[in-house]
């Protein structure tokens, strides 16, 4: 059994892009050839245990594991077919829109079915073999329950398809929790959906220009800033005024300090001294009046 989806009509399977059957989506079950006839009679359920995604933003994509709470197996639905010539079995994966909750990760997520639930029994029910669009979307449509599913950064080297190991899996320990906090993420994700529907944080339409990101960076650089210019005018203050101590230290700090009056009458002073101290051209002091 292969991933990706292989009709059985495919002529040359070695010439078949399989890549592009890795998933099929829920609102194309009944639009697309492709995929009528396996949802028709070919049904089935994935198992794993548990799925990458990527988060992205800008170039940057930082991958997550998503997987169960309890550690069980996950059941997802799917579809397969076959290639009676190549004896081959493949299947695919079917996603839908998701949840809101989960916006901050990634618009679609697969289809999750729990054992025993009224979408499970109607799924694999083998003598079910006509669906209409909406039916669909209302039997598989995903939904998120904190309490069941959770989610965590891991390694960059799950991109690279020839890594494997549990390694892949484990959680990445984070230096900086605020910096990488899926808090804050959601948070941000939630803003910049509002923020594109023109509402503000009060409710109110507004500007649908600013997205939550860069709410987020103006409110970061505001603080940042504010405080480099606190900073940088107590370094000064440090600098312009010398520290209480010694009387030359006291007397340098009250001429800072002097008022405009005060300053301009002591250059009067120094440059009457400076003319009294002048000589003519016969080498006499010159005498004030």
Known sequence: MRWGLVPFWTKDVSQFKTYRTFNARLENLQESKMWMRPCEKKRCAVLMSGYFEWKTVGKK????????????????AGMYDYVEKEDLY????????????????HERMPCVLEPGTESWDAWMDVDK???STEELVKLLKPDYDESKLQFYQVTDDVGKTTNTG??????????????????REKEEALLENDNEQGIDNRGVKGDKSLKGEDVFNQKKSLKRNTYDGLKKNEEQEKTTLPEEGSIGDRVKREEANLSPKREG?????????????????????????
Not at 61 to 76: A, C
Not at 99 to 105: A, G, I, N, S
Not at 173 to 178: N, P, R, T, V
Not at 272 to 277: A, D, I
């Open 129 to 131: 073999t006509t669906w």
């Open 166 to 183: 549990e390694r892949l899996i484990k959680p990445l320990l984070k230096e900086d929790s605020d910096m990488f906090s899926v808090k």
């Open 265 to 289: 009458n002591r250059e009067k002073r120094n440059i009457v001294n400076m003319l009294g101290n002048q000589k003519d051209s016969r080498g006499k002091k010159k005498i004030k009046k």
């Open 61 to 76: 994509k930082t991958p997550y594991f998503i997987s169960r709470r309890d550690g069980r197996l996950m059941f997802v």
């Open 90 to 105: 493949t299947f695919t994966i079917i996603t839908a829109q998701g949840p809101r909750e989960l916006e901050w990760l």
